[in-house]
């Protein structure tokens, strides 16, 4: 029975949330590093929620030396979902091409900003949704493994 979580789980469940469709295009390193820092920033959202110390992990194995549950590695996953989003809405470029040269056009740059910041703060509603209900069925409200409020 393993006695770790493979990071490659917990891509697999961002991977069920996202598409991107330059991804295959990128090098086998860039395409690691990438998920590595989406991974990275998750991890620092969750861990003053977790009951399980996730800075107990090994880059160069891609593991974490606990065993995750089902709803950590959905929170972890949520977590990437939220800051590739972010990354794809701050890109003004991705915005322009996602909407036509009418609706871009007729957006000023203040009520572009206002819908990117509205998208991102829905986004960061449902991430904390899912560690308030994590913490609430762990009982760790708040806390977390590394005690931190």
Same mark, same amino acid.
């Given at each position: 029975?393993?006695?770790? %979580?493979?990071?490659? /789980?917990?891509?697999?469940? #961002?991977? &069920?949330?996202?598409?991107?469709?330059?991804?295959? *295009?990128?090098? /086998?390193?860039?395409? /690691?590093?990438?998920?590595? @820092?989406?991974? %990275?920033?998750?991890?620092?959202?969750?861990? @003053?929620?977790?009951?399980? @110390?996730?800075?107990?992990?090994? @880059?160069?194995?891609?593991?974490?030396?606990?065993?995750?549950?089902?709803?950590?590695?959905?929170? *972890?996953?949520? =977590?990437?979902?939220?800051?590739?989003?972010?990354?794809? #809405? &701050?890109? /003004?470029?991705?915005?322009?091409?996602?909407?036509? %040269?009418?609706?871009?056009?007729?957006?000023?740059?203040?009520? &572009?900003?206002?819908?990117?910041?509205?998208?991102?703060?829905?986004?960061?509603?449902?991430?904390?949704?899912?560690?308030?209900?994590?913490?609430?069925? %762990? +009982?760790?409200? =708040? =806390? +977390?493994?590394? +005690?931190?409020?």
């Amino acid at each position: 029975m393993p006695n770790n %979580t493979q990071y490659s /789980e917990v891509y697999d469940k #961002f991977f &069920l949330k996202v598409k991107d469709y330059n991804f295959p *295009l990128y090098s /086998e390193e860039i395409k /690691e590093e990438y998920l590595l @820092d989406l991974l %990275t920033s998750s991890i620092d959202d969750f861990s @003053d929620f977790s009951v399980k @110390d996730l800075s107990q992990r090994d @880059d160069a194995s891609k593991s974490f030396n606990v065993i995750l549950s089902g709803r950590e590695k959905e929170i *972890l996953a949520i =977590g990437m979902a939220f800051h590739w989003v972010e990354a794809k #809405f &701050l890109d /003004e470029d991705a915005m322009r091409n996602s909407m036509s %040269t009418r609706d871009y056009s007729y957006h000023s740059p203040a009520n &572009l900003f206002k819908e990117l910041k509205d998208a991102r703060e829905q986004m960061r509603i449902a991430l904390y949704r899912e560690q308030y209900l994590y913490s609430y069925r %762990t +009982g760790e409200i =708040g =806390g +977390g493994a590394n +005690g931190a409020v």
